[in-house]
């Protein structure tokens, strides 16, 4: 789900948000922020909490000109002493035309409790692009990190995703992506296909998203034989202010 939030916590500062500062004919600063339970956290198909619930929050700094900065931050399990992830991000977006946005990102993924010699930190630069027509929208999505979590190398994500309103306030969705990893064997899984669809119903500053996540890893492919990678149903509510 944190993908979810981020682009939740953008698009509100980038659109919404709490005027820092607004005098006439002068630029202005927003603040806008998310705070939400998952019963599970999930990342490209993949548990980060052992299947167990999680609280998440972002804060996110933003200026009329496009440009945003902020944190997110999540509770994790990865079977040792690691329980926290935050994430810091600073990009800037804007539109192409009337239908298409693009949105380009730096993203640290930091696990301060991490034990010595992990190495789980890393970066990613995201860019995506949006076209919007009506009730529908579509995207396109890369992530690209020099050095992947756990020190595996070059990593690349591509994903794709479509959604449409059905009602207002009710809009269903789906996305799929794929995991390119440089050092398959360190990463203890190989390359991989992700998913998930589901509905999300929005009510003033609440927000409620049931969805069904899936990979195509078998549980032995999934770090020797976890189900970590296997499908499920998720729930979560976020609020956003």
């Excluded at 200026?63 to 509770?75: A, E, I, K, Q, R």
């Excluded at 380009?104 to 301060?112: E, K, R, S």
Aim: with cysteine; net charge negative.
């Amino acid at each position: 789900m944190k993908r979810i939030l981020l682009s939740v916590a953008c698009a509100a500062a980038l659109t919404t948000g709490v005027a820092l500062a607004q005098d006439e004919g002068s630029s202005t600063w927003s603040l806008a922020g998310t705070f939400g339970v998952t019963s599970d956290y999930m990342f490209r198909g993949q548990s980060q909490t052992n299947h167990d619930a999680a609280l998440q929050g972002s804060l996110t700094v933003a200026h009329d000109s496009g440009f945003y900065l902020g944190v997110w931050g999540s509770n994790v399990d990865f079977g040792n002493d690691t329980d926290f992830e935050t994430d810091f991000y600073v990009g800037y977006g804007g539109a192409i035309s009337d239908s298409t946005t693009y949105d380009l990102n730096v993203t640290y993924y930091a696990y301060p409790n991490a034990p010595d010699g992990t190495e789980y930190d890393y970066f990613e630069t995201v860019g995506t692009v949006t076209y919007t027509s009506g009730d529908f929208s579509i995207y396109g999505k890369t992530a690209l990190s020099p050095e992947f979590f756990g020190k595996t190398g070059f990593a690349a994500w591509l994903g794709t995703g479509v959604g449409y309103q059905v009602i207002d306030g009710v809009k269903i969705s789906g996305n799929v992506g794929y995991q390119w990893i440089d050092d398959n064997t360190l990463a203890g899984i190989p390359d991989y296909f992700n998913y998930d669809v589901g509905v999300t119903g929005t009510y003033g500053i609440l927000s409620i998203d049931l969805r069904y996540f899936g990979t195509d890893l078998s549980d032995i492919e999934c770090y020797g034989g976890t189900d970590l990678c296997s499908e499920r149903f998720v729930g979560s509510a976020t609020l956003n202010f």
